[in-house]
């Protein structure tokens, strides 16, 4: 045994070495607070809380004279008891003290636990996938509860969740019939704090200054909590707050529409544009654009929990929960777009069937500033009591939860143009981010040059969406002896997402198209942008800097110009029936399951098994239009007539039976051998199912995006098996080996349709073929409490997963074969961490491998986010028992996200994020 505790720590020691750790939340897990309760651990007890598996708990009074364990250790204990008791596979995460979840978000820390990895959108962790399957397969809840979500989807963002309010999170990757919440991949019950499980008042508070490097700005974090009891333990009240103003930027480079297939014959893109010097060409790929951008994000974020209990006799306890967050986001794209729809092709370097090199003349180049609002509030409040009578436990939760986005305000998307340009594009180096520039015969410093701009195409308008759930359940359980207990539970939940779409039509948009109707704009609307974009990015020979302008100036511009006749010519938006949706889901379900716990050959052996029913109601509503002609203008834009709109509504029905089974072996007091087996499944997204319609009209973008009311829901089988090695107090070494068969996938198919002189590409989802997904998961974590001295303060986690899946689907469009959206083939984790006497360290470094982030892209093209890795960092010194100083360091590697189309040589965005860095103080008493 101390021979292979040193072969672990030696393992250990080497992934300190090798990336170490961060805000190392590994699993961490379980009850919130300071003392070393028994976990709540799996099954689920109907309201969000794991169940025990233990004869007894003790009582609050009992729980205070136990060993106190903080810190990360104590998040590693609390984590660790969830894993062990739990008769299903469950991983925690918790806060190593209350309101102290070290990293930026929930995702950010769930991205520890083995099998489980986030998708990042500029740096944050937004959204979480698990065993290889993305958002829209993992079911999301708060207590237990179903979260609304500001998404078109059912996939719940992270970011809008702040970190401070949280005790923990548990990821249940095997279900029971009692768990809330269908999905094919996981469930992610977030919780909060509890008061009648804290010591009896305990106030804590924060306040820090993150700086953003790339922004160069500085930004407030604060936030604070307040737990108190009365001595009894029968009423507590827990009231959480956060607030953040955080300012960052990223700079990217983007091929905006993609790639494209190009000719110049036969009414091909550049049919009669080719210079003398160019042979006629067909099918050859190009990038439809280039769009360099700098994105400038204001991001004020308010969150607030509170909890109320009272626990009026000893078998009865009333707990009321509420959750409300405020987010007010303004993202700003300030960028360059040429598509080469006007000049001459003058020059062209072919490699095989795709262009590395172009250049035009007497082109047109777009400046472009897209002002984009994401105003979202999040609420949910939920009443459960509880009671128990001897053998006899029920439980009742009603819960209402209401997401609601604004995003229809002041978002803006502009371009400015200047003609004539000189332009070209060099593809040769290999980079992501293309050689580029452009020109002007006529005067110098064209892309910063302020006088010779004229207005083109502009959209005004944007969506209000909602979502509400509302959810009523009595769950109850009977022991009928210390060996088997019995559940039972009915519930009754309801979803309507509702989404109302203001837009102008397709003429407005193009009122001012061309850039020499309203030309020259005045000089004074605009400036250079001075920002150096892509600074690190020190080779290439690419444009740094261009025109930058307030679009809301520009917008009362436009709207104060009148033509020789007095004729204003801007068009405000109209609600627009053709891109609004109302979908609506009722659903009926009840089970039933058993806990059994008997000895096998003298080892503990623990089964849960159960059904659950589950039956589904949905309608969708909306409104049909028909594309009657599309032509060219010859200015860079097409013209588009649509129909007048048709209502439509259609309507569902399915019911599924979902048997569950749990089972835990004892081999020995250390050694777990778990398996479990299911049917489970998971709803269509609810944008999916929506009628709603989208036209774009750019050229060399022409796509129709709609839904399809008529999909089923994702439906699979899936069996796992597991060992959990306990080699020490704060130690385990587990591996678990998965596999799911999937009987069917939704997934997105685009073909071709022509209207009139355009081709668009019309896309909408389909119910296509299933998949089979298996895999293995390694997770290791371990506290060096034997080494002498100081080296005893280290520790270290590990993790690392292999999905692969037999999914292999046409793209219609390109021919190309591609996967399952969101699986890495293989990611993993590193922690080392160090606690000692007032000194608190981590180091992590995550990985993942590349994913197919959208199965069809811009022109049907599969599109992958490649490979990333990150490392991060936090300190803390407690100067004090109440008092501690912190830091923390986000992206040390400064890593960039990069996305392409197909294969790596076709760059779809391609950003930088920067480093980030917080000092903060920490009180607690």
């Not at 480079?253 to 006629?280: C, N, Q, W």
């Not at 002002?371 to 009671?387: A, C, M, Q, V, Y």
């Not at 009148?562 to 009722?586: K, W």
């Not at 896309?763 to 997770?779: F, R």
């Amino acid at each position: 045994m101390k021979v292979t505790t040193k072969l672990l720590c030696g393992i250990a020691a080497c992934a300190v070495m090798a990336g170490g750790a961060a805000p190392a939340l590994g699993q961490d897990a379980g009850q919130q607070g300071d003392t070393a309760q028994p976990a709540s651990a799996p099954t689920d007890d109907g309201n969000g809380r794991p169940v025990v598996d233990v004869q007894s708990r003790p009582s609050a009074a009992d729980a205070t004279q136990e060993i106190v364990v903080t810190g990360i250790r104590g998040s590693i204990s609390r984590a660790l008891e969830i894993k062990r008791e739990s008769i299903n596979v469950v991983d925690s995460i918790t806060s190593e003290d209350l309101g102290k979840l070290p990293d930026q978000n929930v995702a950010e820390s769930l991205q520890r636990i083995p099998g489980v990895t986030i998708e990042r959108n500029r740096g944050d962790g937004q959204f979480v996938s698990v065993r290889g399957l993305g958002p829209d397969f993992n079911a999301v809840t708060l207590n237990g509860r179903t979260l609304a979500t500001d998404n078109v989807g059912r996939a719940f963002s992270f970011d809008v969740l702040p970190s401070e309010l949280i005790a923990g999170a548990d990821v249940y990757k095997s279900p029971t019939a009692a768990i809330n919440g269908a999905s094919i991949g996981a469930t992610v019950n977030i919780r909060t704090i509890r008061p009648l499980d804290q010591n009896e008042h305990v106030v804590a508070a924060s306040a820090r200054a993150d700086y953003s490097e790339l922004r160069d700005a500085f930004s407030p974090n604060l936030s604070t909590l307040v737990s108190v009891r009365n001595e009894a333990g029968t009423f507590g009240v827990a009231i959480s707050a956060s607030y953040i103003n955080r300012k960052t930027r990223d700079d990217e480079f983007t091929i905006g529409a993609g790639h494209v297939k190009r000719s110049s014959t036969d009414g091909g893109y550049f049919e009669g544009r080719l210079g003398p010097d160019v042979d006629d060409f067909t099918n050859v790929d190009t990038p439809s654009n280039l769009s360099p951008f700098f994105v400038v994000s204001d991001k004020e974020r308010f969150g607030l929990s509170g909890t109320v209990q009272l626990k009026p006799t000893d078998n009865l306890l009333f707990t009321l929960d509420t959750l409300y967050t405020h987010l007010d986001q303004l993202d700003l794209y300030t960028g360059l777009a040429y598509d080469f729809s006007g000049g001459t092709l003058v020059d062209q370097v072919l490699e095989g069937n795709s262009a590395v090199y172009q250049k035009l003349e007497g082109g047109f180049v777009d400046e472009i500033i897209q002002r984009t609002p994401r105003k979202s509030d999040t609420f949910l409040i939920g009443l459960n009591t509880e009671w128990n009578k001897g053998p006899l436990d029920l439980a009742v939760d009603v819960s209402y939860s209401k997401a609601s986005l604004n995003g229809r305000t002041g978002n803006y998307f502009t371009t400015i143009r200047r003609t004539g340009m000189t332009m070209w594009y060099d593809r040769r180096s290999g980079n992501p981010i293309y050689d580029y520039g452009f020109s002007s015969p006529d005067y110098a410093d064209a892309p910063i040059d302020l006088e010779h701009i004229g207005a083109h195409y502009f959209i005004d308008g944007g969506d209000l969406r909602t979502d509400k759930t509302f959810e009523a359940k009595i769950d109850g359980s009977y022991e009928v002896s210390d060996a088997l207990t019995l559940h039972a539970g009915v519930s009754r939940q309801t979803r309507d997402k509702d989404q109302d779409a203001y837009s102008q039509s397709f003429g407005g948009q193009c009122a001012f198209c061309g850039g020499t109707l309203y030309y020259p704009m005045p000089s004074g609307l605009f400036h250079a942008t001075d920002m150096n974009f892509f600074s690190k990015y020190g080779g290439g020979n690419i444009v740094r800097d261009w025109v930058g302008y307030d679009p809301l100036e520009l917008i009362r511009s436009l709207q104060d110009y009148r033509t020789a006749d007095g004729e204003s010519l801007y068009e405000f938006p109209h609600y627009d029936p053709a891109q609004s949706s109302l979908v609506t889901e009722r659903v009926w379900l009840g089970y039933l399951m058993a806990d059994w716990k008997t000895d096998i050959g003298g080892m503990p052996l623990a089964v849960n098994a159960g059904v659950r029913v589950e039956d589904t109601h949905f309608t969708s509503a909306g409104a049909a239009q028909t594309i009657l002609s599309a032509r060219p203008n010859g200015q860079g834009q097409n013209i588009i007539e649509v129909s007048d709109v048709v209502p439509i509504d259609f309507d569902g029905h399915y019911t599924d039976v979902l048997p569950s089974m749990n089972v835990r072996l004892d081999l020995t007091d250390n050694l777990l051998l778990r398996f479990a087996a299911s049917k489970v499944m998971t709803r269509p997204t609810l944008d999916d199912l929506s009628p709603a319609q989208s036209i774009q009209t750019n050229p060399g973008n022409e796509t129709i995006r709609r839904g399809n009311p008529d999909l089923l829901p994702f439906r699979a089988k899936q069996a796992e098996i597991g060992l959990e090695w306990y080699f020490q107090q704060l130690g385990v070494l587990s591996a678990t080996a998965f596999y799911k068969d999937i009987d069917s996938f939704v997934s997105l198919q685009t073909t071709p349709q022509q209207v009139d002189q355009v081709i668009f590409q019309v896309t909408q989802p389909a119910n296509g073929e299933g998949a089979k997904v298996k895999g293995v998961e390694v997770g290791y974590r371990q506290t060096f409490d034997f080494l002498p001295g100081a080296f005893s303060g280290l520790g270290a986690e590990a993790s690392y997963t292999y999905v692969d899946s037999t999914a292999n689907y046409a793209n219609d469009v390109t021919g190309v074969r591609y996967g399952l959206e969101g699986l890495s083939p293989n990611s993993y984790t590193l922690v080392g961490f160090y606690e000692k006497g007032p000194v608190q360290a981590r180091v992590a470094y995550t990985w993942r491998d590349r994913f197919l982030q959208v199965a069809n892209g811009r022109n049907g093209d599969p599109e992958y986010f490649d490979a990333y890795g990150q490392l991060d960092a936090s300190l803390t010194i407690a100067l004090t028992d109440n008092l501690s100083l912190t830091a923390n360091a986000l992206n040390l590697t400064d890593s960039n996200e990069f996305i392409y189309s197909t294969t790596t040589d076709r760059t779809k965005e391609y950003r930088t994020t920067g480093r980030r860095y917080s000092l903060g103080v920490r009180a607690r008493f």
